[in-house]
């Protein structure tokens, strides 16, 4: 497995933990998904660039850094990566936010795309992907595709648990996207969810079957 950076702050860890618990109810799932999400996205955004400016504080001109002005936007899955969308908002306000709607199609188990709508300016900014979930990496890597398409060149994925499989997919077919994680588990059952993963994440974000 390659440009995968898994995040084992003991704090996601431990969310992660709760996160898994199938006696978690819905509106405390959907709390710690933000929150694993606002979490995660420190170390997502580590290497952003920074300038330096002077300040005038109540004392004195300080001489600080500010961030240089480089253009973010976050792409969440629908449906359960829209439940990782507040967490980056309250860590990065500035932040342009598009959406990617993905289907499996039954005949051929193809991710097809049934809705896109990305900022305008997209191939000016860093994008971040959000997708609870990498099971086997078929949506996650046609969306990426999707937003190469647009001439976005610089892109990153951002998931809460990953399966090896679907890290191994998005590593074949975009190896210049890194991925960003707080767990990896080994397997992938008969219906393509996450063992022992959590169970369906978007059901459980909003409460459905």
Not at 52 to 80: N, Q
């Amino acid at each position: 497995m390659k440009n995968i950076l898994i995040l084992d702050h003991p704090l996601i860890q431990h969310k992660i933990s709760l996160l898994r618990d199938k006696n978690t109810d819905t509106k405390e799932f959907r709390e710690l998904v933000q929150e694993i999400s606002m979490l995660m996205g420190y170390e997502v955004t580590r290497n952003m660039p920074l300038k330096e400016v002077e300040i005038e504080t109540p004392v004195a001109i300080a001489k600080t850094k500010v961030i240089s002005g480089k253009k973010l936007g976050i792409v969440p899955v629908m449906r359960a990566g829209l439940g990782m969308v507040d967490g980056m908002l309250q860590l990065l306000p500035m932040a342009k936010v598009g959406h990617i709607g993905l289907y499996r199609d039954p005949q051929t188990l193809e991710a097809v795309e049934y809705y896109c709508k990305l900022p305008f300016d997209v191939e000016e900014r860093e994008i971040v992907i959000l997708d609870p979930m990498l099971a086997t990496g078929g949506s996650a890597s046609a969306a990426i595709k999707y937003i190469k398409e647009k001439n976005v060149n610089n892109i990153k994925l951002m998931c809460i648990i990953a399966a090896k499989a679907g890290i191994e997919r998005i590593n074949k077919d975009h190896p210049d996207v890194e991925i960003y994680c707080g767990a990896v588990d080994n397997d992938l059952n008969d219906h393509g969810y996450i063992v022992p993963g959590l169970g369906d994440a978007g059901d459980r974000l909003f409460g459905t079957k």
